[in-house]
């Protein structure tokens, strides 16, 4: 139920799934049962969107009197995700729970939170990615131990000795902040005696690489089947998933992929993970929309197992194989206990030695930016006119070639109407005519699921990865700003040249996971959309020749007149 509330604090807005607003501002919002910390809401100006729950305090009228009664609604913390919300701000609230609960999410059958699952030895201490101290190593050949030397916590606070330190953003909100990329610059992120993960990162000709996974890997997504439990009560979709270094199907939900999902959001804060298909309200049962969700699942899987940092993580792994519900349970509370995350994820970094100059990665960062926003506005372009030319297919097209083909109809049974002066033959190949062009209608209609659904969905996959490059490359901004103001301060006696030596060598991590994250988009770019222009062009030059097969066929019905 929509509620009223006032803005106790000024908040400015950051990426499009949020809205500013202003002290004392009234607002709307839809349910005050926030999501991670975050309300959605109204603001006065009629801008829809997401505002910090700890900003705001809803306004409760008391049945009994004509005092209005006003609490601070809870605070939380916000991962960079923005998958609760529908993409459409006026999706209406009885619809909203459907697009929430896709795949009747209640994870009853999932994961029972009632079920008591004994992990162990329950005296051990949690380490690193919420295994025991003592429990056996990871049986990923991907996933190794390495020491890490003792290091005393670099935190700026406890290591100013001169009472100054390079200060934090106001905004407690912004990407910077919520990403833990800001707490890890500043030293704030304690080092491990032990950490099981390590993701290497390579220089190559053109920049930082990440190192190829050891054993790369591809997954099949096949047979989407509809599925019952509870008598018939619930239904939902199931997908045969197949990895190609076991050869052992698992069966997963929409449901399974969006959990995967979140939690690769929660740990990679530098690595632009790929959206889901999207979400839907109603009609997730028809079989165009099963069909659609196929195909895209089956880009989205492809990008994962080709990645060499994603494709890597345990999570997946357990995701792929995982076919005991035991164990998957133990499996999936393990990755949600998992410490490698957002800030964290960062000590698991192994960076080159060379010399990088900050002037340089921002100039080289900048450039991308300008290129990732400049793509973005033409795969929106592509995506419009494909569109476009999708609608015309299933509808204008054939519609003319009917028509075409109608009047040809018309004109055979004109002429069939003066039999002394008429021509059978002649009559039944203008008949032909008429028909051909109506097949060719029908053609026009069918052909977009060869070619245009398929570009479509590979342009979907590559909006949602750039939309993801706004905030990852904030994450580096926000790095260098904190190097400059901690080397001004040194500069002033205000800070110790160790500490601001420590501030820029955590900012060069940062700096080359961007980077490689940069060279990695590049490298799938090109054989992406290669794969996409061959492929459709492959498709019309077949679609063209049916064509011309059907009008040659009936040219050749005048030629024994």
Not at 35 to 63: C, K, M
Not at 111 to 116: A, K, M, N
């Amino acid at each position: 139920m929509s509620v009223k509330a006032k803005a106790i604090y000024t908040f400015q807005s950051e990426n499009k799934e949020e809205i500013s607003i202003q002290e004392n501002e009234e607002l709307v919002i839809f349910d005050e049962n926030s999501v991670d910390g975050w309300f959605q809401g109204e603001n006065s100006r009629g801008e829809r969107g997401l505002f910090p729950a700890s900003y705001v305090e809803i306004i409760r009228t008391r049945s009994n009197s004509n005092v209005t009664d006003c609490s601070i609604s809870p605070a939380g913390s916000l991962g960079n995700d923005s998958s609760y919300f529908p993409s459409t701000p006026n999706t209406p609230l009885h619809l909203q729970q459907g697009y929430y609960d896709d795949d009747d999410d209640d994870w009853d059958d999932w994961d029972d939170r009632s079920t008591v699952v004994d992990d162990g030895d329950h005296t051990r201490s949690p380490g690193a990615n919420g295994h025991a101290h003592q429990s056996p190593l990871s049986n990923n050949p991907n996933v190794h131990y390495r020491s890490k030397p003792h290091m005393e916590r670099q935190d700026s606070i406890s290591s100013s000795r001169k009472g100054s330190m390079v200060g934090r953003n106001l905004n407690r909100f912004s990407s910077f902040v919520r990403s833990g990329v800001e707490a890890f610059v500043l030293g704030d992120v304690p080092m491990m005696a032990k950490i099981a993960e390590s993701y290497t990162i390579e220089m190559g000709p053109m920049g930082p690489l990440w190192k190829d996974s050891p054993q790369p890997f591809s997954c099949s997504i096949e047979d989407p089947t509809k599925q019952t439990k509870f008598k018939g009560i619930k239904t939902y979709i199931s997908y045969r998933v197949t990895p190609s270094h076991t050869g052992r199907p698992v069966y997963r939900r929409y449901k399974h992929f969006d959990w995967l999902y979140n939690r690769l959001l929660h740990k990679f804060t530098v690595i632009s993970v790929p959206h889901l298909p999207e979400k839907q309200a109603t009609g997730r049962f028809e079989e165009d929309f099963i069909e659609k969700r196929k195909r895209r699942l089956i880009l989205w899987m492809n990008h994962m197992t080709s990645h060499p940092v994603l494709s890597q993580y345990e999570g997946f792994e357990h995701f792929l194989m995982c076919a005991d519900d035991k164990q998957w349970k133990l499996g999936k509370r393990r990755a949600e206990k998992d410490e490698m995350v957002g800030a964290h994820f960062m000590l698991t970094l192994q960076i080159p030695n060379e010399h990088q100059d900050l002037q340089d990665v921002e100039e080289r960062i900048d450039s991308f930016k300008s290129f990732a926003k400049k793509m973005d506005d033409s795969v929106m372009q592509l995506t419009h006119v494909a569109s476009e030319l999708v609608r015309k297919h299933l509808g204008g097209f054939r519609k003319e070639f009917q028509r075409l083909g109608n009047a040809f109809q018309s004109i055979s049974q004109a002429f069939a109407l003066e039999p002394p002066h008429s021509s059978e033959t002649f009559n039944n190949a203008i008949s032909h005519t008429g028909r051909t062009y109506e097949n060719i209608g029908e053609m026009f209609a069918e052909q977009p699921k060869y070619d245009l659904f398929h570009m479509l969905d590979k342009l979907s996959l590559y909006q949602g990865l750039l939309a993801n490059f706004p905030d990852i490359i904030h994450l580096q901004k926000g790095a260098f700003a904190k190097v400059k103001e901690s080397q001004r301060m040194s500069d002033e006696g205000k800070m110790d040249q160790d500490e601001a030596d420590g501030i820029r060598k955590r900012c060069r991590t940062v700096g080359f996971a961007l980077q490689a994250e940069m060279s990695y988009f590049h490298q799938r770019r090109e054989v992406d959309f290669k794969d996409m222009m061959q492929a459709y062009l492959r498709e019309q030059i077949a679609f063209y020749q049916r064509v011309v097969q059907q009008l040659e066929r009936t040219l050749r019905m005048y030629d024994c007149l």
